[in-house]
C-alpha cells in the first residue's frame, strides 16, 4: 500500500483565497483524521471521520474550514476565505480498530500550507 | 489538556540506548500508553503502545511501571536517524472525542555521533 496520500505537498496562496488540501487514506482504514501542526500550538486534532461520517470537529478552528468524506477513499479540508494565521502544516491519517488496543494512526506526508 | 509529562529534550550518543521517560500519574484502568514520533518535516509515526505489561517491538521497548504513573520508551541501539520529537499519549483506544489522542509538546532526542 502507498500509504497515506496528501495532495499538494506544499500550497502557497494569498490571504482571502480557497484552498482545498485532499487526502487519500489506506485501503481499508475506516477512521481519518485532520491534523494541524504549528510551532505555537503543536499537533491538533481538528476533525476525524468513522466510515466517512464525521464524529467530532470540536477542533476545527472556525466556520471558515469545512471537511468532507464523500467516499471511504478521498476527503477534502476547505478554508474559505484563508487568512495568514492559517499557514501551518496540515497532516491526514488514518486507521482502523484492530481490538487489543491497536487502532493505529498513519499519517501522511502533510501540506505545508502559507497563506500570504 | 495534557496528561503526560515528558522532558522538552535529551541526547544520546550513537549506539547508544537511548531512554525517554513519560510520566503519567493520572492515567486510568482502561487507558493505553502509546508512543509517536516525528523525524523533522514528516508525519508523526507509531512506535509502540502498551496497557501494563512491557512491550517489545521491532522498533522499540516499552516498560509501564507497576503503579502504571509512568513509562520509559526504550531505543535499543540509537542511530543518528532516530533523532527526532517523540510523543507519549495516554487514551483510550477506539473511543470517539476529538481530546482522544493529544500530543503535547513531547521530547527531542538528538542523537549524537
Known amino acids: 500500500d502507498a500509504g497515506v496520500i496528501q495532495s499538494p505537498r506544499h500550497e502557497v496562496t494569498e490571504m482571502g483565497q480557497e484552498v482545498t488540501l485532499r487526502c487519500k487514506p489506506i485501503?481499508?482504514?475506516?477512521?481519518l483524521f485532520w491534523y494541524r501542526q504549528t510551532m505555537m500550538r503543536g499537533l491538533e486534532l481538528l476533525i476525524y471521520f468513522n466510515n466517512n461520517v464525521p464524529i467530532d470537529d470540536s477542533g476545527m478552528p472556525e466556520d471558515r474550514f469545512s471537511a468532507k468524506m464523500p467516499n471511504a477513499s478521498f476527503s477534502t479540508l476547505k478554508i474559505q476565505p484563508s487568512e495568514p494565521r492559517d499557514s501551518a502544516v496540515y497532516f491526514c491519517?488514518?486507521?482502523?480498530?484492530?481490538?487489543?488496543?491497536?487502532?493505529?494512526?498513519?499519517f501522511g506526508p502533510g501540506t505545508r500550507l502559507t497563506v500570504l | 489538556d495534557a496528561k503526560t509529562t515528558q522532558p522538552p529534550s535529551m541526547d544520546c550518543a550513537e549506539g547508544r540506548a537511548a531512554n525517554l521517560p513519560c510520566n503519567h500519574s493520572t492515567i486510568s484502568g482502561n487507558e493505553y500508553v502509546y508512543w509517536y514520533r516525528q523525524i523533522h518535516s514528516q508525519g508523526p509515526q507509531y512506535i509502540i503502545h502498551g496497557l501494563k505489561n512491557n512491550e517489545t517491538n521491532e522498533m522499540a521497548s516499552l516498560i509501564i511501571t507497576e503503579d502504571r504513573k509512568s513509562s520509559t520508551l526504550i531505543l535499543p541501539h540509537a542511530t543518528l536517524r532516530d533523532t527526532a520529537v517523540y510523543y507519549c499519549i495516554v487514551r483510550v483506544p477506539n473511543q470517539t472525542g476529538a481530546n482522544n489522542l493529544f500530543f503535547g509538546t513531547g521530547t527531542r532526542l538528538t542523537v549524537i555521533p
Open positions: 491519517a488514518s486507521s482502523w480498530w484492530q481490538g487489543g488496543g491497536t487502532d493505529t494512526q498513519y
Open positions: 485501503s481499508g482504514h475506516d477512521y
